[in-house]
Each structure stands twice: as C-alpha cells, then as structure tokens.
C-alpha cells in the first residue's frame, strides 16, 4: 500500500494526469487504460515496446537482480582494491542531503545505496525508489523493507510523477547506457521542486586509475566504461564534479534553478 504522499504526486507516464487507484492497479479516468500492479508493486511503466538499447539493458538487470549486490562488491574489490560499501557511503556523504528532505532514487538497483540514504536523510523523510526492472525492486523489497521506501516500477525516461514533486533525486550508474540519457536527466529536473538537489553519476575510468588488471578488464566486462557523460540538463545550477570510486566513476550534484518549477528541453 503506497503512502498518501505518493499517491498524491504520482501522475500517467504518457499524459501527466491524476490517475484514480482501484484494486490492484491504476487507471486513466479519460480513456479508462489501465496500470495493473505487478507482484504487489505499482507499475506505472511507459511505452509498453521499448527501445532495442533498453529492452537489452533490461533483459540484463533482470538476470542480474539476486547477484548484482554481492559481484560488484567482490568485482569491486578484486579488480579495482575498492571497498563498494565504503565508497557508497562516501558517495552519499558528498550529496549534501538535510534530514527530512523528500528523495526520489531513479534506477536504485537492489538497493545498495538506501540504507545510507535513509541514514542520512533520517526516519521521517519520504523516499522513492523507481526502476524498469521489476527484478531489481523485489531485491529492494526483500532487503530493504525496513526502510520504509515506496517502490515504483517505471520507466526513468518517463517518470510518473507531477512536476516539482521532490526535494531530492539521486541516481548511479546506469544513465549511459538509456537509449536517450540527455532525455532522461531532463525528465530528472522536471520532477524537483525550484532549488531541489539532483545527483547522478556512472563509470568513468580516471588516467590515474593504475589497477593492473582492473584497467583491462573492467571496460570489457561494463560497457559504461565506454559511453560518454551525458551533457548537463538544462535548468540546473552549482554544479560540481566529484571522481568517486576510486577513479572508476563520476558524481555530478546541482541544484534545480529557484524560481523555475519545470524546465522545457532546450
């Protein structure tokens, strides 16, 4: 059962209207389409074909949902001397987060970073976790439901909420590989309130990056490794860039223009 914050805010992917919750689903008043959940989870999840990039992105992320955890920490460490957990944490540390803000997490994977997040956010913060693949939410939902997170399947291209509906967004690893990343980081603003944070970052191997076999391997096992940044989305402001894990990756942290609550794509 979702909390009445969240019902509040959610809107159709494709339309931007109310939608009107019955049992075990959604549905669009004006042409009566229906949202059904999946597994208990309300999935919200738009266009029903997706692009080649992403419906193999996907296909991926679903196979890999029990392991992901635990194979990028032990990869994580064998091929880069990277503690994960420790890097997380620092990541989080770096966000500038107030307790109490509320914080959407786009593409949260299993989970790794929402105990830090809710730590640093504190108990009576509001946090959503959205991400295409239903796999990776169930991992949430397994280890994770303690944290009082409220999941969401959908689209991270199309985000199923009214504008200005967060303080916060957050999102790693995974961006460079959308079929349309600079289309999604713009979906990222419209979401925040005027003056909202946005976090996001993804694989970047520094020069001074010197793990002899890590440097080899690691872009051969990611294909991240080879995907360029996406180009900052219009209407943010303070931007900085931090190199985190390491030297294997990029966290760029701004802030939504004040007075702006959307921004239209340039």
Request: with cysteine; charged share 25%.
């Amino acid at each position: 059962m979702l909390a009445g914050w969240m019902i509040e805010v959610l809107r159709c992917p494709e339309t931007g209207q109310r939608l009107r919750r019955e049992a075990q689903g959604w549905r669009r008043p004006d042409d009566g389409h229906w949202f059904a959940d999946r597994l208990g989870i309300s999935s919200l999840s738009f266009p029903e074909q997706l692009p080649e990039a992403d419906a193999r992105m996907h296909r991926l992320y679903e196979r890999l949902a029990p392991f992901y955890d635990v194979s990028e920490r032990w990869l994580g460490w064998l091929l880069s001397g990277v503690d994960m957990r420790r890097s997380r944490q620092e990541i989080v540390e770096r966000l500038g987060l107030r307790p109490g803000m509320r914080l959407l997490e786009v593409s949260p994977g299993p989970g790794v970073f929402l105990p830090d997040l809710r730590r640093s956010l504190g108990p009576r913060a509001e946090i959503a976790a959205l991400d295409l693949s239903l796999n990776m939410l169930l991992q949430c939902r397994r280890q994770m439901g303690c944290l009082g997170v409220e999941l969401v399947h959908a689209n991270g291209h199309h985000l199923p909420f009214a504008d200005a509906s967060f303080d916060a967004l957050f999102h790693f690893g995974g961006v460079q590989l959308f079929d349309q990343p600079a289309q999604a980081l713009q979906e990222w603003v419209r979401v925040l309130r005027p003056g909202g944070l946005m976090a996001w970052g993804d694989e970047a191997m520094s020069p001074d990056f010197r793990h002899p076999v890590g440097r080899r391997v690691l872009p051969w096992l990611n294909p991240g490794f080879h995907c360029q940044a996406p180009a900052v989305p219009a209407g943010l402001v303070d931007l900085v860039r931090h190199e985190v894990h390491g030297g294997l990756g990029y966290l760029m942290v701004g802030r939504k223009a004040p007075g702006r609550a959307s921004i239209a794509p340039d």
